[in-house]
């Protein structure tokens, strides 16, 4: 991948569009984690590819090519979702559709659909794409530590939304 950027910083279009689809996928899939609108994630990743190329060049390091992208495209992801606060159609939660074989769950989709953005981005980069969390201290642009106490409240989210705090001694 790095020697793919480094040749498309230098104007070779096919290793930038090589070096893109080998990201496309993971793109997607992420996407799907945020959004359930196949075209919107098609436009958002579309967007992404020309925000990444035209500023390609800004990008000082080739290895951390992927980590700048998904960066690009998170913010891509939040800026959509600022713009299309809408009411959720029952129809659509009938269609959307639970392939990936990492979350066969739909209650847990549905689950860290109802977390702070924040730490749904979290959990989605640590459990579901399988970053580490330095990786997402890096994609993020946060430290590990800030990381590592998003990752344990979206986790107590989700033990309240399963109801497994109950019962639980505080004393």
């Known amino acids: 991948m790095e020697f793919l950027i480094k040749r498309a910083q230098k104007g070779d279009k096919d290793a930038f569009i090589e070096a893109i689809n080998l990201c496309v996928p993971q793109l997607y899939k992420m996407g799907k984690s945020f959004i359930s609108n196949d075209n919107d994630i098609g436009d958002i ?49 009938n269609h959307l559709s639970y392939k990936d074989k990492s979350i066969e769950n739909f209650e847990l989709k549905e689950a860290i659909k109802t977390l702070k953005e924040d730490y749904k981005v979290v959990i989605t980069l640590f459990y579901i ?12 642009n946060e430290k590990e530590g800030t990381i590592k106490s998003k990752l344990s409240r979206a986790r107590s989210s989700l ?13």
């Open 45 to 93: 990743i579309s967007e992404t590819i020309l925000i990444s190329f035209e500023k390609l060049n800004t990008l000082r390091e080739a290895k951390y090519f992927k980590t700048w992208l998904i960066r690009i495209y998170l913010n891509n992801i939040n800026k959509h979702l600022k713009n299309n606060i809408k009411v959720i159609n029952i129809d659509d939660l």
């Open 159 to 171: 033990r309240e939304y399963y109801g497994l705090n109950k019962g639980v001694n505080n004393g």
């Open 129 to 140: 794409m399988d970053f580490s969390i330095k990786e997402i201290s890096k994609i993020l």
